[in-house]
């Protein structure tokens, strides 16, 4: 993984700075997502160009903007002229070119047209949220595209020349047996993207699918699912594509930047509604509502909610639960050093354990899951808070 | 004349189901003791848990006139007993409180495991017993088998047999005359002072402890000072009265009369059952014959099931005992199941009655850990050391020897199930000692069994392997040296008090295993390897390895909310405070209680 890291620190020498824009429409509304989305009016979409404006000059913009990432919703829905105007925006508070600028989009609404706007713009990365390559499977998850529609875009996008390409899958889906997934595996590497990332389902709350989990209409089964998991790496390394999160594969130097600067604790401004920030010794997330984030912008106010302090012992927690999710670990000497009162002791015992139990492993500076650990992460993870949360003693 | 001429105390005996409460209901009925409109069925069981189970906890003795054939009426006080072995001590007071027992035969069963331990009970109290055969009136009725029964197994005069049927009211008239004819009236009425049998006692919460009593000798009204001959303790009489069959006051009891006795005592647990109550100011130079103090038999810890319910379980063992005094309970904690009570009982009906009671009149609902009964334990150097609970039995280095209680079964079984029930009997540890045969199909066999093999399972499997039909009755018999053990179960190396257990170390290797396999199989799937083991004094003598977690780990951390994922840890976290820590293993509360309800 020295690529990546080597790679990111050429990027952003200094302090890396992300910029976030949640656009919040969808056409309709996917079986499995929990994300704030909306359904795109002519209006809405005004308004909501209008806030993100007004949000964005809001923010004391004290550096450069390193890498921006526009998710949603469905970035990919605004109309070519509106796509421009929201990357007007964006440039004007970026202070020079992002070194990378991903967009997500959906095969359905993927033009020549849009993209042609978003590679004027600066966009590099294109993110395609094509999740299967079987009808029957795409139509249980409530997407609304067809198969022939995901080969179109993707010749789209990769005629409109950008730098990068991901597409987005989904395994462990009702029904799907494991030949069906290496199937749809296969498919992808088939296309060559640049960059491909594999969702295990995951069953969230105040979707249509934990209602169907609730209901005891679809099962869980973990071993199943792990089963998926392995197979899935050891196809995608067989392939090319190097691991270096959870769920995220790439080919060398295309990993996301945005996404590695986030795991890594480093700063981030979120804008749109439900936009996540990680800035300026605070973090917290906007209201995850078009018109209460609009009105809360009108007094001219962020519409951040539960807004903590991002303290170093915070920080250096997350660093390590979201640290140890990806392939290179965490530098337990940076922080370390950043943040010498976390109780490293309990740190020290927890990795031990888990190096003795084939969890982890801890080598010089840096702690990595194992594949083992890797699908455990979780546990891992609460047991990090755990450790975290036993107070340092602090000398009178 | 003496007063008592017109007076007898008579009681029912029976097996379970052979049909002792409807018919002393007809005799109620027929002596105009409970006018028809507030009769129902089953009078004289009124706990709901009794009329269920067909058994009596409580004694409801009723006093009735009977108007006989010679035309004189006569007071007969029935007496209705407890009918199981666990609570044979209480049964033998009340039949000490008779002079003749009605001993009931279900003509279709015959006699059975519990007819012969109660007439040997009745027999021992030198009890005038009338033997009435019951249920005459079914297709599959055997009488000549039950007559042929009387005289070979109880040496009882065929022709002494009554046919009756309580349901159907045959015989009643008969039954009664017997009992003015052949029960002697009252005995030792002519004793000089006043001695009144306690033979069960009440807890009302307005009036304190209500004792029921026969008396023998002399009188006693209210004002009078009472004293109890067991310990010397006075008190002051406020009423006494008879059962008719509710609790109506009366000027004074004497000689003969069955009745009640309200004094200034509160708690129960003061008047013991087979105590003998006199006047202090004229006491009796001699208490009656039959006292002793009931301990209990087997143990167990009971936990509620949400913690929260401690107090109400608290609240719950203390109403209990109130009107239970055999029943005993002191507070104890457990790594596994939290705070709870350690509890003692006669025997196991009475366990399962007052867990029972404990869930339903209560409401609680609550786990209990393995029976255990007392052991003995002989440490070098000759201290000798009670201990009813594995927790507190000492060092094995420091035991001499370990000494079990044992009881002496009668099993009544078809012969075709002979075969099993001596490998059942072997498989627990016991002996068989005698063989009678019944009939042409039955047989009683005769058994010693260590009293902790019969605790979880052998009840069930005698009845499973014999269909049905299969009984038994036993008696506490003596202690005996065995080579016990206590085992261990350790999740991590650190052990779990509710699953240390005294085993014979024989069985110690099967039981182990099989403990550890059920661990193993219901704490849910955990992050770091857990061994489960079975230990005795540090040796592993079998171990299972709870199931490694696969996956745990969310796919999508995405769009910087680092705030949402760490809401599904804290959550993760925060489930974890509420498990039971064995060590450093996390272990749901619930999977404990389901390897003891599995059971």
């Known amino acids: ?396 | 004349m003496p007063l008592t001429k017109y007076t007898r105390n008579f009681c029912i005996i029976a097996h379970v189901d052979h049909g002792k409460t409807t018919l002393s209901d007809r005799i109620l009925e027929h002596t105009n003791t409970v006018a028809m409109r507030v009769m129902t069925d089953q009078h004289l069981d009124s706990m709901d848990l009794e009329k269920e189970r067909g058994i009596t906890i409580k004694s409801h003795p009723v006093t009735m006139t009977y108007r006989a054939k010679d035309g004189h009426d006569y007071k007969l006080n029935l007496m209705d007993t407890p009918g199981h072995v666990d609570f044979s001590y209480e049964v033998s007071r009340s039949l000490a409180a008779c002079e003749g027992a009605v001993l009931l035969i279900d003509a279709a069963q015959g006699v059975e495991a519990q007819t012969v331990a109660n007439a040997h009970l009745a027999f021992a109290q030198k009890l005038k017993v009338i033997p009435v055969i019951n249920k005459i009136d079914l297709p599959s009725a055997n009488l000549e088998l039950c007559t042929r029964q009387l005289e070979d197994i109880l040496s009882i005069p065929a022709e002494e047999a009554i046919l009756a049927s309580g349901k159907a009211g045959i015989g009643i008239e008969d039954i009664l005359e017997a009992v003015v004819n052949r029960v002697p009236p009252p005995r030792w009425a002519t004793y000089p002072q006043l001695r009144c049998l306690v033979f069960d006692s009440l807890y009302d919460s307005y009036r304190g402890c209500i004792a029921y009593v026969r008396v023998f000798s002399g009188t006693i009204k209210a004002n009078d000072q009472m004293m109890l001959m067991s310990n010397g303790q006075k008190a002051d009489v406020k009423e006494v009265g008879v059962f008719m069959p509710k609790m109506t006051k009366i000027a004074s009891l004497g000689a003969g009369d069955v009745g009640y006795i309200v004094s200034s005592i509160k708690n129960t647990s003061d008047v013991k059952t087979g105590d003998t109550i006199t006047l202090a100011a004229r006491p009796a130079t001699e208490m009656l014959p039959g006292y002793k103090e009931v301990r209990p038999m087997v143990f167990c810890g009971l936990y509620p099931l949400e913690s929260d319910d401690y107090e109400k379980l608290k609240a719950a063992l203390g109403r209990l005992r109130l009107n239970d005094a055999a029943f005993v309970y002191s507070s104890e904690s457990s790594l596994a199941l939290g705070f709870g009570f350690r509890c003692g009982f006669l025997g196991l009906l009475h366990m399962e009655i007052i867990q029972e009671r404990i869930r339903r009149e209560h409401d609680v609902d609550i786990i209990s850990t393995y029976p255990s009964v007392i052991y003995h334990v002989i440490k070098h150097g000759g201290e000798k050391i009670d201990v009813d609970n594995p927790v507190n039995m000492p060092d094995p280095g420091t035991i001499e020897e370990i000494r079990e209680p044992t009881i002496r079964a009668s099993i009544i079984l078809p012969n075709d199930s002979m075969g099993d029930i001596l490998a059942l009997i072997m498989e627990k540890r016991g002996v068989c000692e005698h063989t009678d045969t019944l009939d042409q199909n039955r047989v009683m066999l005769r058994c010693v069994l260590p009293l902790n093999e019969i605790l979880v399972d052998f009840n069930d499997r005698l009845k499973s392997i014999t269909h049905g039909y299969g009984s038994m009755d036993y008696e506490l018999g003596d202690y005996i040296a065995s080579d016990l053990v206590k085992m261990d179960i350790m999740i991590n190396g650190d052990p779990v008090d509710a699953f240390s257990c005294i085993v014979h170390r024989e069985k110690a290797d099967a039981k182990g295993r099989q403990l550890c396999e059920k661990l193993a199989k219901i704490i849910p799937p955990q992050m770091f390897k857990v061994a489960i083991q079975a230990a005795i004094g540090g040796k592993i003598i079998a171990r299972d390895n709870v199931r490694e977690m696969r996956k745990d780990v969310t796919s999508k951390c995405y769009g910087g909310d680092i705030s949402r994922k760490r809401k599904l840890l804290d959550k993760q976290k925060e489930g974890k405070k509420k498990m039971k820590q064995i060590g450093k293993v996390s272990i749901p509360p619930d999977a404990f209680i389901k390897v003891l309800q599995n059971d």
Request: proline share 5%.
């Open chain 1, 1 to 396: 993984m020295s690529h990546i890291a080597s790679e990111q620190d050429k990027a952003a020498p200094d302090r890396p700075l992300g910029l976030y824009v949640h656009v919040p429409f969808c056409a309709s509304t996917c079986d499995f997502c929990a994300f704030y989305q909306t359904k795109p009016t002519a209006d809405g979409v005004e308004r909501f160009l209008a806030g993100v404006a007004n949000e964005a000059r809001l923010v004391s913009w004290a550096r450069p903007v390193t890498t921006v990432f526009w998710g949603g919703g469905t970035p990919g829905l605004l109309a070519p002229r509106d796509l421009g105007r929201l990357a007007d925006i964006v440039r004007s508070h970026c202070g020079g070119a992002p070194v990378e600028w991903s967009v997500e989009m959906a095969p359905a609404s993927v033009t020549p047209q849009r993209l042609a706007a978003l590679k004027a713009a600066g966009v590099t990365r294109i993110s395609m949220g094509v999740q299967s390559f079987q009808p029957a499977l795409l139509e249980g998850l409530g997407r609304q595209h067809t198969r022939a529609q995901i080969y179109r875009a993707y010749e789209h996008v990769r005629a409109a020349g950008f730098a990068s390409v991901n597409l987005d899958l989904m395994f462990a889906l009702p029904g799907q047996t494991e030949t069906e997934w290496a199937d749809d595996v296969r498919e992808a590497v088939r296309l060559a993207p640049d960059h491909i990332s594999t969702y295990c389902l995951t069953f969230e709350e105040d979707t249509a699918l934990w209602v169907k989990l609730s209901q005891g209409r679809v099962k869980l089964d973990p071993e199943h699912e792990a089963r998926l998991y392995e197979a899935t790496w050891a196809q995608l390394r067989e392939a090319g594509y190097a691991q270096y999160e959870v769920s995220n594969f790439a080919r060398p130097g295309h990993a996301c930047l945005h996404n590695l600067n986030t795991w890594r604790m480093h700063e981030w401004v979120g804008l749109g509604p439900s936009g996540a920030s990680q800035y300026a010794g605070w973090r917290g997330a906007n209201v995850a509502d078009l018109d209460k984030w609009l009105e809360l912008l009108g007094r001219g106010e962020r519409a951040t909610e539960d807004r903590v302090a991002a303290t170093p012992a915070q920080l250096a927690e997350d660093a390590l639960i979201f640290g140890l999710r990806m392939n290179e670990g965490v530098n337990l000497a940076d922080w370390r050093a950043r943040c010498a009162e976390a109780p490293w002791a309990m740190v020290d015992a927890l990795l031990a354990r888990c190096n003795a139990e084939g969890l982890t492993l801890v080598e010089g500076d840096r702690a990595r899951l194992t594949d083992r650990g890797r699908l455990l992460a979780d546990s891992v993870g609460a047991e990090v808070m755990e450790a975290f949360s036993v107070q340092p003693v602090v000398p009178a």
